[in-house]
């Protein structure tokens, strides 16, 4: 019979078999609903389309004239759902049922109705990928909501419920738990509960047994196969030991049994974890508890070889399933892409929180901000996702199918390649076998094992004489591998060494394993360098330090970036090698040679310090102090890093050493002030009606921009003080004087307390007022008067190079005005030179070497120490008439200031600039060598008699008057 189609032009842009299978399922329509006819005016375009690609939609259809009318009654195939709109059709299908039999009829036909409504706009092209995704994930969270709530129904008239109130927690992973349920998913799922108890009614049961009931009708609920179908498969299999555990599991039970038999393979499933239904407050309380299992507070390189394992387990799985192309396992297929953005997850969200994402596509992106991952790398796996994933939707939603296989049959090909907008299969292939070789490319760039890709033969030679301890063996090897006769030896006796040490006797097989692996790789890359012996040794001795972590060693084997950087700032500094063993931590650094050369300035800094610690709340004390600790340490090996190498300048170095200290201090200061005040409310000038300001002066050589590596910090705390009683606004108020001081102690605490990564500064407060008899903080007033009347003229000198660096504005300016005032005053120039002369005097008794044949850089006469006499005195001297020189605090443009001022002959500016610079220089090269800044006498015989020549000028006992 003749059957007039719907739509004729929508339908004539099929090609002719989905044409045809179009036309049969609408005949099927019409000769089951005959009245139905009359609805043809209103059906949608997309009708033909989608009828064409899905049986499961079609026959949905036909069996239920009802559904075709809802979907268009309601516009439910042209508009996507409002926020709650899903979840209200949910209650109104569910509300109102009470019979478990009719209950399960009428889920199964709620989710049946909902798949329907997603398909149809998927395949009409309606929906976005992201839509259709939420939309399954939103559906099957109301829908395991609703069996879940009604099962704790049925149970209540015998059992009643949990006397406390509890409910079962259902934790979704998986698919689901990422919010990307795919159209014919199983559900992953696990259960627990917070507490033991029992319940409240007539046969009271504990907990364990009513939520395993409750598990037990919630999972038959959802996966029984009636007549209308199944809800959704419910795959149980990842809660604590599989199929051989309790079904529902008390949250304690959970928590241990992930920290002493939690694998790898556990961890990555729990990434995706998510509270999906039930008891949401304790769900998110238990996921809180197992982060630290699934997210490592260290970078933890291990997993590469856990998820290549993994891999290469699916990949021999797909191996027996034959030679299927598979969109979810096979080479570049979805599971790559997870296990790309998972992997980075595994290794670095336990230190940065915000790749702790559950979403695929936004870790993805998140790693792309952060530079993980290139933004080219991103986009191609973004876009790949993106096909992969509407393939296997579509796929399914031919059949309401869960598989992941490409169909073999004709009109199985063709519905996919035209759902995918392409006109035929080959085309349709084309694009999939191009998208799937782009991703694999990725996984191999990243999952391949660099030390079996760069090792050779005698690799597994090298690894086994080190196992040995045969020294013999490993000379003969090493200089195979290119060591000079004398440096063979010693390499030989450096790496038999470690393989003898009783620690490494005693590390565990994994980490031996790992060693053995690592020790050609870093044979290989310090032979390359000058004294690759020492190099060698130097960089043993930090991997000795650290092989307990075998973490440590996973990253240096899966980086060759980190291992090369690694051993070429051991051949440059042994205190960088001292540094990383201290802190291994570190060695994250050495993954990115583009920052780990280029240290941040101060504005980029103190951005990274705020992402570091964006995350600690401020009453997290230990975790605040390990923060600030690890970013001080990565700040300064960057520094250093760049020091050794040349990138930076004598005069950056010591900027930027000085920017870390000033970003660290002002959060630190903020830190404390905020926990103070929390405590006692803010300080108050009463008078004034408004806050009292607080703040920090630098002295020494950070007033004055020159800190260097390791350098104490010279503070002085100041406070704003007024009139009558200064008290706290807060409920526990307290004097204004007691809240500064217990501020500053706990900035003090906060800097110079030991913790398990070290100390952040040793403070020296002992250029306050009247030094260690003197007051921790001084007001204003106080430091004004004392200044003036009680200072010593080393104190003076002191304030040459004092500076406001953290705190209030207020008392900045004030600090400043007395500065000003006091380095302005009239002097007597016999009588300060005479001072001067006599501090630097005591000095050298006290500090200097006395040694003939060597000479201190900082301390010896003729060095650093006179430099800045000279300048402290001739600033003191001459301010007065010249304000212009309180400008500065540092050194060298003091000494320009000098010369310009006309105070300072500008040969002997530029001379003793150029000592200074030279000094410094040398001395910072020294530290890096972990050597005192001591040099042979000889070696700035020249520079140390020009500086004496003008300290006897300017300040000896015989000097000319100024």
């Given at each position: 019979?003749?059957?007039?189609?719907?739509?004729?032009?929508?339908?004539?842009?099929?090609?002719?078999?989905?044409?045809?299978?179009?036309?049969?399922?609408?005949?099927?329509?019409?000769?089951?609903?005959?009245?139905?006819?009359?609805?043809?005016?209103?059906?949608?375009?997309?009708?033909?389309?989608?009828?064409?690609?899905?049986?499961?939609?079609?026959?949905?259809?036909?069996?239920?004239?009802?559904?075709?009318?809802?979907?268009?009654?309601?516009?439910?195939?042209?508009?996507?759902?409002?926020?709650?709109?899903?979840?209200?059709?949910?209650?109104?299908?569910?509300?109102?049922?009470?019979?478990?039999?009719?209950?399960?009829?009428?889920?199964?036909?709620?989710?049946?109705?909902?798949?329907?409504?997603?398909?149809?706009?998927?395949?009409?092209?309606?929906?976005?990928?992201?839509?259709?995704?939420?939309?399954?994930?939103?559906?099957?969270?109301?829908?395991?909501?609703?069996?879940?709530?009604?099962?704790?129904?049925?149970?209540?008239?015998?059992?009643?419920?949990?006397?406390?109130?509890?409910?079962?927690?259902?934790?979704?992973?998986?698919?689901?738990?990422?919010?990307?349920?795919?159209?014919?998913?199983?559900?992953?799922?696990?259960?627990?509960?917070?507490?033991?108890?029992?319940?409240?009614?007539?046969?009271?049961?504990?907990?364990?047994?009513?939520?395993?009931?409750?598990?037990?009708?919630?999972?038959?609920?959802?996966?029984?196969?009636?007549?209308?179908?199944?809800?959704?498969?419910?795959?149980?299999?990842?809660?604590?030991?599989?199929?051989?555990?309790?079904?529902?599991?008390?949250?304690?039970?959970?928590?241990?049994?992930?920290?002493?038999?939690?694998?790898?393979?556990?961890?990555?499933?729990?990434?995706?974890?998510?509270?999906?239904?039930?008891?949401?407050?304790?769900?998110?309380?238990?996921?809180?508890?197992?982060?630290?299992?699934?997210?490592?507070?260290?970078?933890?390189?291990?997993?590469?070889?856990?998820?290549?394992?993994?891999?290469?387990?699916?990949?021999?799985?797909?191996?027996?399933?034959?030679?299927?192309?598979?969109?979810?396992?096979?080479?570049?297929?979805?599971?790559?892409?997870?296990?790309?953005?998972?992997?980075?997850?595994?290794?670095?969200?336990?230190?940065?929180?915000?790749?702790?994402?559950?979403?695929?596509?936004?870790?993805?992106?998140?790693?792309?901000?952060?530079?993980?991952?290139?933004?080219?790398?991103?986009?191609?796996?973004?876009?790949?996702?993106?096909?992969?994933?509407?393939?296997?939707?579509?796929?399914?939603?031919?059949?309401?199918?869960?598989?992941?296989?490409?169909?073999?049959?004709?009109?199985?090909?063709?519905?996919?390649?035209?759902?995918?907008?392409?006109?035929?299969?080959?085309?349709?292939?084309?694009?999939?076998?191009?998208?799937?070789?782009?991703?694999?490319?990725?996984?191999?760039?990243?999952?391949?094992?660099?030390?079996?890709?760069?090792?050779?033969?005698?690799?597994?030679?090298?690894?086994?004489?080190?196992?040995?301890?045969?020294?013999?063996?490993?000379?003969?090897?090493?200089?195979?591998?290119?060591?000079?006769?004398?440096?063979?030896?010693?390499?030989?006796?450096?790496?038999?060494?470690?393989?003898?040490?009783?620690?490494?006797?005693?590390?565990?097989?994994?980490?031996?394993?790992?060693?053995?692996?690592?020790?050609?790789?870093?044979?290989?890359?310090?032979?390359?360098?000058?004294?690759?012996?020492?190099?060698?040794?130097?960089?043993?001795?930090?991997?000795?330090?650290?092989?307990?972590?075998?973490?440590?060693?996973?990253?240096?084997?899966?980086?060759?970036?980190?291992?090369?950087?690694?051993?070429?700032?051991?051949?440059?500094?042994?205190?960088?090698?001292?540094?990383?063993?201290?802190?291994?931590?570190?060695?994250?650094?050495?993954?990115?040679?583009?920052?780990?050369?280029?240290?941040?300035?101060?504005?980029?800094?103190?951005?990274?310090?705020?992402?570091?610690?964006?995350?600690?709340?401020?009453?997290?004390?230990?975790?605040?102090?390990?923060?600030?600790?690890?970013?001080?340490?990565?700040?300064?090996?960057?520094?250093?890093?760049?020091?050794?190498?040349?990138?930076?300048?004598?005069?950056?170095?010591?900027?930027?050493?000085?920017?870390?200290?000033?970003?660290?201090?002002?959060?630190?200061?903020?830190?404390?002030?905020?926990?103070?005040?929390?405590?006692?409310?803010?300080?108050?000038?009463?008078?004034?009606?408004?806050?009292?300001?607080?703040?920090?002066?630098?002295?020494?050589?950070?007033?004055?921009?020159?800190?260097?590596?390791?350098?104490?910090?010279?503070?002085?705390?100041?406070?704003?003080?007024?009139?009558?009683?200064?008290?706290?606004?807060?409920?526990?108020?307290?004097?204004?004087?007691?809240?500064?001081?217990?501020?500053?102690?706990?900035?003090?605490?906060?800097?110079?307390?030991?913790?398990?990564?070290?100390?952040?500064?040793?403070?020296?407060?002992?250029?306050?007022?009247?030094?260690?008899?003197?007051?921790?903080?001084?007001?204003?007033?106080?430091?004004?008067?004392?200044?003036?009347?009680?200072?010593?003229?080393?104190?003076?000198?002191?304030?040459?190079?004092?500076?406001?660096?953290?705190?209030?504005?207020?008392?900045?300016?004030?600090?400043?005005?007395?500065?000003?005032?006091?380095?302005?005053?009239?002097?007597?120039?016999?009588?300060?030179?005479?001072?001067?002369?006599?501090?630097?005097?005591?000095?050298?008794?006290?500090?200097?070497?006395?040694?003939?044949?060597?000479?201190?850089?900082?301390?010896?006469?003729?060095?650093?120490?006179?430099?800045?006499?000279?300048?402290?005195?001739?600033?003191?001297?001459?301010?007065?008439?010249?304000?212009?020189?309180?400008?500065?605090?540092?050194?060298?443009?003091?000494?320009?200031?000098?010369?310009?001022?006309?105070?300072?002959?500008?040969?002997?500016?530029?001379?003793?600039?150029?000592?200074?610079k030279a000094y410094r220089d040398r001395t910072h090269a020294l530290t890096l060598q972990a050597m005192p800044a001591v040099v042979p006498s000889d070696e700035v015989a020249g520079l140390r008699a020009a500086v004496g020549r003008l300290w006897e000028a300017q300040l000896g006992e015989?000097?000319?008057?100024?």
């Open positions: 019979m003749s059957i007039k189609l719907p739509h004729p032009d929508a339908t004539a842009l099929l090609p002719p078999p989905l044409q045809a299978r179009f036309a049969h399922q609408w005949a099927r329509y019409l000769e089951r609903h005959d009245g139905d006819a009359v609805l043809s005016p209103d059906l949608p375009d997309s009708l033909p389309r989608v009828w064409a690609l899905s049986d499961f939609v079609a026959e949905s259809c036909i069996q239920s004239s009802a559904l075709m009318r809802m979907l268009i009654a309601d516009d439910a195939l042209v508009a996507a759902d409002r926020a709650g709109k899903l979840k209200a059709r949910v209650h109104d299908a569910l509300g109102g049922v009470e019979e478990e039999a009719a209950f399960m009829r009428a889920i199964r036909e709620c989710r049946r109705r909902e798949m329907v409504r997603i398909a149809w706009r998927d395949l009409a092209g309606a929906a976005d990928l992201a839509e259709t995704l939420a939309d399954l994930s939103e559906l099957a969270d109301w829908l395991i909501e609703a069996a879940l709530a009604f099962a704790e129904d049925a149970l209540a008239p015998r059992f009643g419920r949990p006397a406390d109130g509890q409910r079962l927690i259902v934790l979704a992973l998986g698919k689901l738990g990422g919010g990307e349920l795919n159209f014919s998913s199983d559900v992953d799922l696990i259960f627990a509960y917070a507490s033991p108890g029992q319940t409240d009614g007539r046969q009271s049961l504990d907990h364990q047994a009513y939520f395993t009931r409750l598990a037990q009708r919630l999972i038959r609920y959802l996966a029984e196969a009636t007549a209308d179908g199944q809800v959704w498969r419910v795959d149980m299999r990842l809660r604590p030991f599989g199929d051989d555990g309790p079904l529902v599991t008390h949250a304690a039970s959970m928590e241990h049994y992930y920290a002493a038999h939690g694998r790898e393979w556990e961890r990555y499933a729990w990434i995706k974890a998510r509270v999906a239904a039930g008891d949401h407050a304790a769900g998110e309380r238990l996921l809180a508890t197992l982060r630290p299992f699934v997210y490592r507070r260290y970078l933890d390189y291990g997993v590469f070889e856990s998820l290549r394992e993994m891999k290469a387990m699916i990949n021999r799985e797909s191996e027996k399933r034959g030679e299927h192309v598979d969109l979810k396992r096979s080479p570049g297929g979805i599971r790559e892409i997870e296990f790309i953005g998972q992997g980075f997850q595994l290794i670095r969200a336990g230190r940065d929180r915000g790749l702790q994402h559950r979403g695929i596509r936004e870790t993805l992106a998140r790693l792309a901000d952060r530079d993980l991952l290139p933004r080219w790398a991103e986009r191609e796996l973004q876009s790949a996702y993106v096909y992969l994933r509407q393939a296997e939707n579509r796929l399914q939603m031919q059949a309401d199918q869960q598989t992941h296989r490409l169909p073999e049959d004709a009109l199985g090909r063709l519905r996919l390649a035209w759902s995918m907008g392409c006109e035929d299969w080959p085309s349709f292939r084309a694009v999939l076998d191009e998208q799937m070789r782009g991703v694999h490319e990725h996984f191999e760039r990243m999952f391949a094992s660099p030390q079996l890709e760069a090792g050779g033969a005698g690799d597994d030679g090298l690894a086994r004489a080190w196992r040995e301890g045969d020294e013999a063996a490993l000379r003969t090897l090493l200089a195979a591998d290119g060591y000079e006769e004398t440096e063979a030896g010693a390499a030989a006796e450096h790496l038999a060494a470690l393989a003898n040490a009783p620690a490494t006797r005693t590390l565990t097989e994994t980490a031996r394993q790992r060693l053995a692996q690592l020790v050609p790789l870093l044979v290989r890359a310090a032979v390359t360098l000058p004294a690759p012996a020492r190099t060698l040794a130097r960089a043993l001795t930090l991997i000795q330090a650290m092989a307990g972590r075998s973490v440590y060693l996973a990253l240096l084997v899966e980086s060759p970036l980190a291992l090369s950087q690694l051993v070429r700032l051991c051949a440059a500094s042994p205190w960088i090698a001292e540094q990383l063993a201290r802190m291994p931590l570190l060695l994250d650094e050495l993954l990115d040679p583009r920052s780990l050369y280029a240290p941040p300035e101060r504005e980029g800094l103190a951005r990274e310090l705020s992402a570091a610690l964006a995350e600690v709340p401020d009453d997290d004390v230990e975790q605040l102090m390990d923060r600030l600790r690890q970013f001080k340490a990565a700040q300064v090996l960057k520094v250093a890093a760049a020091d050794v190498t040349g990138a930076l300048p004598l005069m950056r170095v010591s900027d930027q050493l000085t920017w870390i200290a000033e970003v660290i201090l002002d959060r630190v200061l903020a830190v404390a002030g905020h926990q103070l005040a929390a405590r006692h409310g803010p300080p108050w000038l009463a008078g004034e009606d408004r806050e009292a300001g607080f703040g920090i002066v630098a002295y020494g050589k950070l007033g004055g921009i020159e800190l260097g590596y390791g350098s104490d910090l010279d503070v002085v705390f100041l406070y704003e003080s007024g009139t009558g009683e200064q008290l706290t606004r807060g409920e526990r108020p307290i004097d204004n004087a007691v809240y500064f001081a217990r501020l500053a102690q706990r900035v003090i605490h906060l800097l110079g307390t030991y913790t398990s990564a070290g100390t952040l500064y040793e403070i020296d407060i002992r250029l306050r007022p009247s030094g260690a008899s003197g007051l921790l903080v001084s007001s204003l007033d106080a430091f004004s008067l004392y200044q003036q009347d009680q200072a010593w003229v080393w104190e003076h000198q002191a304030l040459v190079r004092a500076r406001f660096i953290a705190g209030a504005p207020s008392v900045a300016s004030g600090f400043a005005a007395i500065r000003e005032r006091t380095l302005c005053r009239e002097r007597a120039p016999a009588a300060l030179r005479r001072e001067v002369r006599e501090m630097r005097e005591r000095m050298w008794r006290t500090l200097g070497s006395r040694d003939p044949v060597q000479f201190d850089l900082k301390k010896d006469p003729g060095g650093i120490a006179d430099i800045e006499f000279l300048v402290q005195y001739n600033v003191l001297l001459h301010a007065r008439a010249h304000p212009a020189l309180v400008r500065y605090t540092d050194n060298i443009r003091l000494l320009q200031a000098l010369a310009e001022a006309g105070v300072m002959d500008p040969a002997d500016a530029a001379l003793l600039t150029d000592a200074y015989e000097g000319a008057a100024p």
